[in-house]
């Protein structure tokens, strides 16, 4: 089993933390239980890549409550949220080196989550919902929620429409469906901060944006958001006692830096200045050297994924990495592990074809995965490419109709492919620990456009897929000097 870095280690204890807070914003916030759900997959991910089966095991029954209780719509009770809270103490506890699997008191609790897990599914019956739509466009509107109702199967049924006003319309509908997955095939037709979705039995869902504004800034973010890096204490104690003795410099000879006389004071003046341009750049190459890191940092967790999949999924695969010099923000490195992490997974578990169809097929057995990281016109890039069965048309149209996305025969491929990234879209056959929930291309587009960037696919049948990611080269920390 390869030993887990401290960027994995960083973005899991930040995202267990982040779950603890928003299980406790379950009565308040909407919202909460998706976000928990979101990170309780990304650590899991991140676990199962570097074969920390505890911790991955214990995020899939937390994912499963979860998800039941997505799509139930009913708001958690305490203990609910206690059993979670529970479960979130106990990942904290395997990642910091204790409690085994086979610890009584871990196979308790997975136990009592998968109890938890069949009392959320008891409630995916029929339940009754109002979806609340303000819109001065009454008739396109109905036509779109009438037909939803009418053109998917087992969606529900639509039981009554008022118009509470010229712009507003209540529909009430009784469905399995959750809120989510309301808000999602909603979204295909309207702005979704014009519906509001709500009933008796658990709070209103407020609509949520689906894109984060790429201006904003870390410190925009709520606390629980923010991501931490560990850092050498000796680095930082230097680069704190540098940032005093700056400020002391400065002070004490900003009066001669101002004077034109040509007196000692001002040549001492002069020369304070040129002390402090030379910390100054000392101070900008330490802080970003702290700021910064390697592609490789990712690149190590994707072999220890890939070597883990192998197993998992009975495949074999080589890995080629290329870019692993190119240096970006700390912040931005986080933030594209998870999307990264999604494409390797697609790429093994839905790209690359077993052993036995690729000798058939003339393949070399081991399947290739190739990742690139580059600078090129101002964009940071980075591609994910496999040899495999490429992209269904087929299936990604089919599972775009049964999602509600409008889809034509005639559609060209560039017009096809970006159908994946509908939320909830999937076409994988059941769910498992590597995928199938849904929750992996349309989180990669939305963490990715979140940094101001863009996700593209390109794919070919019998010879592979590329899914590239460009990110704006302003969230890229260059590993140049300041003079």
């Known amino acids: 089993m390869m030993q887990p870095d401290s960027l994995f280690l960083d973005e899991a204890f ?44 214990l995020m899939h029954q937390v994912e499963s409550v979860l998800d039941g209780i997505r799509k139930s719509g009913v708001a958690p009770d305490s203990a609910t949220s206690d059993l979670l809270r529970e479960a979130v103490g106990a ?33 995916r019956g029929g339940r009754v919902r109002r979806i609340v739509i303000r819109s ?20 529900g049924e639509l039981l009554s429409v008022e118009n509470a006003n010229a712009d507003e319309q209540v529909f009430t509908v009784r469905t399995a ?54 850092v050498d204490a000796s680095e930082l104690r230097r680069l704190v006692l540098l940032a005093r003795d700056l400020a002391q410099d400065i002070a004490s000879h900003a009066e001669g830096a101002r004077g034109r006389d040509g007196s000692e004071a001002d040549q001492n003046g002069k020369a304070g200045v040129g002390h402090w341009r030379s910390a100054a750049g000392s101070l900008h190459q330490g802080l970003e050297s702290l700021a910064s890191a390697p592609m490789s940092m990712v690149f190590e967790h994707v072999t220890a994924q890939i070597r883990r999949l192998s197993e998992r999924l009975g495949k074999q695969f080589t890995l080629e990495a290329r870019g692993d010099e ?25 790209g690359i074809e077993r052993s036995d169809q690729r000798l058939a097929l003339g393949k070399p057995v081991q399947g290739r995965i190739a990742i690139s990281a580059w600078i090129e016109d101002g964009w940071l890039r980075i591609a994910v490419r496999d040899d495999g069965q490429g992209l ?63 996700v593209t696919i390109a794919s070919v049948a019998g010879q592979g897929a590329c899914v ?12 140049q000097s300041v003079a």
């Open 91 to 123: 990942a904290r506890e395997m990642l910091a080196g204790g409690s085994p699997l086979q610890d009584p008191r871990v196979q308790a609790l997975m136990q009592r989550l998968r109890r938890q897990q069949d009392d959320a599914g008891a409630l």
């Open 326 to 350: 190119v240096r970006i923000d700390r912040l931005v490195l986080q933030r594209l592990s998870d999307p990264l992490m999604h494409l390797v997974r697609n790429a093994c578990d839905h």
């Open 136 to 155: 001065p466009e009454t008739e396109v509107v109905f036509a779109a929620v009438t037909g939803l109702f009418a053109d998917i199967a087992g969606l």
């Open 14 to 57: 930040a995202s267990l933390d982040a779950m603890d807070l928003d299980v406790g914003r379950f009565d308040v916030d909407p919202d909460a239980v998706n976000a928990v759900f979101r990170r309780a997959h990304s650590v899991k991910g991140g676990a199962a890549a570097f074969g920390l089966e505890a911790v991955a095991e």
């Open 392 to 454: 269904s048309r087929e299936q990604v149209m089919l599972a775009a109709r049964q999602r509600g996305v409008p889809v034509a025969a005639d559609m060209d491929d560039d017009q096809v492919w970006p159908l994946v990234f509908a939320p909830g879209l999937t076409t994988a056959a059941g769910v498992s620990d590597v995928s199938g929930r849904g929750v992996g291309m349309d989180a990669v587009r939305r963490q990715v456009v979140a940094l101001g960037g863009d």
């Open 177 to 230: 469906a959750g809120d989510d997955e309301l808000r999602d095939l909603l979204a295909m037709h309207m702005d979704l901060r014009c519906v509001t979705i709500g009933g008796s039995t658990g709070l209103p869902v407020r609509a949520r944006a689906t894109m984060a504004s790429p201006a904003a800034e870390p410190r925009d973010m709520p606390a629980d958001t923010r991501a931490t890096v560990r």
């Open 468 to 479: 590239t990611m460009a990110i704006p080269l302003g969230s890229v920390c260059p590993s």
